[in-house]
């Protein structure tokens, strides 16, 4: 595949995988959460309702969803070329957003601390996607199943959370989250039956479940 494709990296790709890298030391720099407001963008704010498009633009069909993940996997290799890494892209559809995923290799260096360049990452895809479409994206980027075991571990956190403040009757803070990881555990929460709320500025917002009544 050719790096000179309209919206893959060729002569500049090492810019912007430097420029990933750069954001990453910067949030190491100045504590976990820097990249917050980077996010999902949908999830900041009021971080307990559940993601939508508040823009007007109108939802995307599977179609859209299917091109903007071709768009982000071709982006991704690109990046992968320069860098002179290993991995398989695999493309889906989840919802009403696409997700593409790194696999097959030990990437760690492509998901950082906390997830901080991997979350670059993601920024940089969707601008990519964007050039080309003219839509926002939601399109999620995954490296090394690193989303899925974080997801798993947010949730049980989420669910211990909970236990604690309904045998206590106690409200329970947590520690600081992005945006991204505190939908996690509302939800985790919601479906154990409690409520919670988040407080706060970034990057020490955090979530406080609060017992019932």
């Not at 299917?66 to 890494?85: P, R, S, T």
């Not at 695999?90 to 998901?111: F, N």
């Amino acid at each position: 595949m050719s790096q000179q494709d309209d919206g893959v990296p060729g002569a500049g790709a090492e810019d912007e995988v430097g420029a990933a890298l750069a954001v990453s030391a910067a949030a190491e720099d100045g504590g976990d959460g820097v990249l917050a407001g980077e996010l999902d963008e949908e999830l900041a704010g009021d971080d307990t309702e559940a993601a939508g498009d508040s823009s007007g633009q109108p939802r995307a069909t599977v179609a859209d969803l299917e091109l903007e993940g071709e768009i982000a996997a071709d982006y991704i290799e690109g990046l992968l070329d320069v860098a002179d890494l290993d991995g398989d892209i695999d493309m889906d559809v989840e919802g009403d957003r696409a997700v593409v995923s790194v696999v097959g290799a030990t990437l760690s260096e492509l998901v950082g601390r906390r997830g901080e360049v991997l979350e670059a990452l993601q920024e940089l895809t969707r601008l990519a996607v964007h050039q080309q479409t003219g839509a926002r994206t939601r399109m999620m980027l995954d490296v090394g199943g690193y989303r899925q075991r974080r997801r798993a571990e947010l949730a049980e956190a989420g669910q211990d959370a909970a236990e604690e403040v309904r045998r206590t009757g106690q409200p329970k803070k947590l520690w600081p989250m992005n945006p991204f990881e505190r939908k996690i555990v509302h939800d985790a929460v919601a479906a154990a039956g409690l409520r919670s709320e988040s407080e706060g500025e970034e990057p020490d917002r955090r979530v406080v479940v609060l017992p019932v009544g």
